[in-house]
């Protein structure tokens, strides 16, 4: 007699399946086991699900499909981990079998059964080496502060937020925790998630250099969008197998790697909390810090329940932590949440670098370097030091224009401007990706006098490379100038050598985007200069601020990690608005005044973490038909005075900032409420509305819609 069993499976995006599917088994199976199944004329990965089988849906009409294979090799998934899924799918609005699958390795989807049992037969588990802790690096003693805040992590439940100056000192607790952690339970396991992995590859080699001699070379595994289909799926049979089958101990993992299968999570670390990249921007949008969060409290639960012993502790860390989790941060006796503990000093005698802010409207017009800044930075060559200038532009300049008519570089298919990338004479759109070599003539009125306006990372590498070109190098020398951008950096591997050789001391200036401000333990650098980011004081997002704050405070970390310098060490910021609040409180490194003046604002505003957010994007072939649906979708919960509307503010569709990319229109709609859970029974009731709008006439060109709960960019 077969069984039936609910399996999830990836169905496509918006169909009203959003639940398990019902199938016929020759065994029964328990919850998490992996299966493939038909589904429609294709065979796909399925995952058993709890749901009792009748509750299931039948995904055709006729006769009950059979399961094709059953991935016995595999473990079943645990239950905790088919309840984070679970949880993610309902919050943010998606299909259980998409966030299921989307969480597993692509190479265990495309894998047959038996291609995957040949896969697991060729990789069979090492059992870890035994541990030479003689020939391990057993980290340094501990700062008083960094000793506070071990005793605080091993006695108090958390979560924590770990506020700690840049340099003083997390990656060493996290470091400590863990290890306290794994020698404690040879069965536990921990997983540190960092916002971009190559960004960081120190953070990497610092885990492998203190726990691989410990635990054994697999013990660490890396889980992130960089590795090949094989590597991941071996590091994600790896945490799934656990210690005590030969697995790993610790993921070191980008925000996917929250999804990681791991039977016995003890510990999470989400470091630089605040990292925008925590929140996926396609498919179910989640945010991977807060899944984090939530994770170890589902971990305890069910440890607590299954074993009586359970615990699962969750670390979020930064100097400049996220508005909503500095909130959650608050004494508890004002509804705090989570447990701030604090590191406000530098390690050694390292002061954070004095901030001068240029005032730019005491400089020429159009100046791109004040010149006491230049000074400043010839001043640092001749002492060998190293400085850094930011600009978060990448390219040569943004627009190309016409002497004599009013031609400009527009996108064919964006509303936005391809920027001239002066290396391979290029014009690049940095929305749709569309390329083509630069003209010689304006298209337009064929003047041959077509010019760069404005500039990025390219020019400004450029330019410098002229102010600088008569310094004299206490070596010799000539003055080596670096650049690393999302372009300098497009090869696999050049983003290391280029790092490696700002360590070494071989580049004297990096000039660079954002991607030179983050994690990086540079030693020499003594100056740091931001040159224009007034942008970010006045945009319509009102998390730019914060996003701005963080990036100069991250920014201005990199300078005077070296105690021996760390006295003269400077950040420059040039800007039109010096007397601007957010400066004053850079000037102090003064996150919490900032922090608290941003909380007032939003407070007055009625805006996040004081109401709950959700966005629903719509992408049609025309504007009217994209702003449409949202308003037609928007009037129709009003009317089924769906559950929740009576709480949700829903306002009017408006276009996006860039509005058209790729020759699709794109429109967005803000629904606003007071509390959480009003804001996701709404959101579950108006599901089959939007769906159900696709098919308005109105609607008629719309490509697909989504929905963003706590969007991170508005
Ligand atoms: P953060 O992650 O807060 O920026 P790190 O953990 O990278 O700080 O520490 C900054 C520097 O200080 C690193 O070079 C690290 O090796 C060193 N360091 C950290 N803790 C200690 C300690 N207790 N004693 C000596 N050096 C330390
Ligand atoms: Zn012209
Ligand atoms: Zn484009």
Not at 168 to 179: I, N, R
Request: net charge positive; proline share 7%.
């Amino acid at each position: 007699m077969p069984h039936p069993v609910s399996i999830v499976v990836q169905t496509p995006a918006h169909s009203a399946v959003a639940g398990p599917l019902s199938y016929l088994s020759e065994s029964p199976l328990s919850p998490g086991t992996l299966v493939r199944v038909p589904l429609g004329k294709r065979e796909t990965l399925g995952v058993v699900w709890d749901t009792p089988p009748e509750d299931a849906a039948v995904a055709t009409t006729g006769e009950l499909k059979h399961t094709s294979a059953v991935l016995d090799g595999i473990a079943p998934l645990s239950s905790s981990w088919r309840r984070l899924v679970q949880f993610a799918a309902q919050y943010y609005q998606r299909g259980m079998g998409e966030v299921a699958l989307a969480a597993l390795p692509p190479a265990l989807r495309d894998l047959s059964a038996v291609q995957l049992a040949r896969r697991l037969k060729r990789a069979p588990a090492k059992k870890a080496a035994a541990a030479t802790a003689s020939s391990a690096d057993l980290g340094k003693p501990l700062s008083p502060e960094q000793t506070q805040v071990m005793a605080e992590l091993q006695t108090q439940p958390g979560p924590f937020l770990l506020f700690g100056a840049t340099g003083s000192g997390k990656t060493e607790v996290y470091l400590q925790a863990v290890q306290q952690l794994l020698d404690a339970d040879p069965a536990a396991q921990a997983l540190i998630m960092v916002p971009e992995i190559n960004l960081t590859p120190q953070l990497e080699e610092r885990f492998r250099g203190r726990f691989e001699p410990r635990y054994g070379a697999a013990s660490v595994v890396a889980m992130h969008s960089g590795l090949t289909p094989p590597q991941r799926l071996k590091s994600w049979l790896s945490a799934h197998l656990g210690p005590l089958n030969g697995g790993a101990r610790i993921v070191l993992g980008t925000r996917m790697a929250v999804f990681a299968s791991m039977p016995r999570l003890r510990l999470i670390v989400v470091d630089e909390e605040h990292d925008p990249s925590y929140k996926q921007q396609e498919g179910a949008r989640y945010s991977a810090r807060d899944m984090a969060v939530f994770r170890s409290k589902l971990e305890c639960d069910m440890a607590g329940a299954e074993a009586g012993t359970g615990h699962c502790r969750v670390i979020l860390g930064s100097a400049t932590p996220s508005i909503e989790s500095w909130h959650h941060s608050r004494p508890a006796a004002e509804g705090g949440r989570y447990q701030r503990l604090a590191m406000p000093s530098r390690i050694g005698a390292g002061a954070l670098p004095k901030v001068r802010l240029v005032d730019m409207n005491l400089q020429r017009r159009k100046s791109v370097f004040a010149p006491a800044l230049i000074e400043a930075i010839q001043q640092r060559i001749a002492r060998g030091e190293q400085s850094m200038v930011l600009l978060n532009r990448r390219g040569y300049a943004p627009v190309l224009a016409c002497g004599s008519c009013e031609w400009k570089s527009e996108c064919p298919n964006c509303s936005a401007y391809r920027v001239f990338h002066k290396i391979d004479r290029s014009l690049r759109c940095h929305h749709c990706g569309f390329a083509e070599a630069v003209p010689r003539h304006c298209p337009a009125c064929g003047d041959p006098d077509i010019a760069p306006i404005g500039r990025g990372t390219e020019r400004l590498e450029e330019h410098l490379a002229e102010l600088l070109a008569n310094v004299e190098h206490p070596q010799g020398r000539p003055v080596r100038i670096a650049r690393i951008d999302a372009d300098s950096t497009k090869h696999k591997g050049t983003l290391e050598t280029q790092l490696a050789e700002v360590h070494t001391g071989e580049v004297d200036v990096l000039v660079g985007t954002q991607m030179i401000a983050k994690g990086h333990d540079f030693r020499r650098i003594t100056l740091v200069a931001a040159l224009n980011p007034d942008g970010a004081l006045f945009s319509s997002d009102f998390r730019a601020p914060e996003r701005l704050f963080s990036l100069l405070m991250q920014a201005g970390g990199r300078a005077g990690r070296d105690a021996a310098q760390a006295d003269a060490s400077e950040m420059w910021v040039q800007t039109q608005h010096p007397q601007h609040a957010l400066f004053a409180a850079l000037r102090r490194h003064d996150y919490p005044a900032f922090a608290k003046e941003q909380l007032a604002e939003r407070h007055g505003a009625h805006m996040p973490p004081f109401c709950f957010q959700a966005l629903v994007r719509a992408d049609a072939r025309t504007q009217e038909a994209a702003q449409a649906f949202l308003n037609q979708a928007s009037a129709a919960a009003v009317e089924a005075a769906l559950p929740g509307t009576d709480q949700v503010t829903l306002f009017p569709a408006v276009p996006m900032t860039i509005q058209r990319v790729a020759n699709v229109e794109r429109a967005q709609m803000l629904v606003e409420c007071p509390t959480r859970s009003a804001l996701q029974r709404f959101l579950s009731a108006w599901q089959p509305v939007l769906r159900a709008t696709r098919s308005h006439p109105e609607a008629k060109g719309l490509v697909r819609f989504a929905v963003d709960v706590d969007p991170q960019a508005i």
